[in-house]
């Protein structure tokens, strides 16, 4: 399994659009295969500063959905609206509590 973290910075007149994205993709990007876990965070002190977290079955779940369609047309309406670099992070749980 594979946790997926990005972190993202939008211009301030541009969070709206990116909920109105997310909230128009999130159920295609969960429906993919491998993907068991999809949430969307948003900064508790900074308003402009969000984070996807996502969990899939494998690397290559993960890797198939970049390649995908779906991720590239989301990703291409997702990054003219940043303000920052985004930020991921590709994690192996070592432990976990449930």
């Known amino acids: 399994m594979i946790t997926r973290i990005v972190r993202m910075e939008f211009r301030e007149d541009k969070t709206q659009t990116f909920e109105e994205i997310f909230q128009n ?25 969000y984070y996807t977290i996502s969990r899939w079955d ?24 940043f303000s920052a670099k985004p ?3 590709s994690l192996t749980p070592l432990q976990e509590l449930g």
């Not at 295969?33 to 999809?38: D, E, P, S, T």
């Open 25 to 49: 993709s999130r159920e295609l990007i969960r429906a993919r295969q491998g993907c068991l876990y999809l949430s969307l965070h948003q900064d508790e002190d900074n308003k402009q500063v």
């Open 58 to 81: 494998s690397p290559a779940d993960l890797e198939a959905y970049r390649q995908s369609e779906l991720f590239k047309t989301t990703w291409a309406a997702t990054k003219i609206l």
């Open 87 to 89: 930020i991921a992070y």
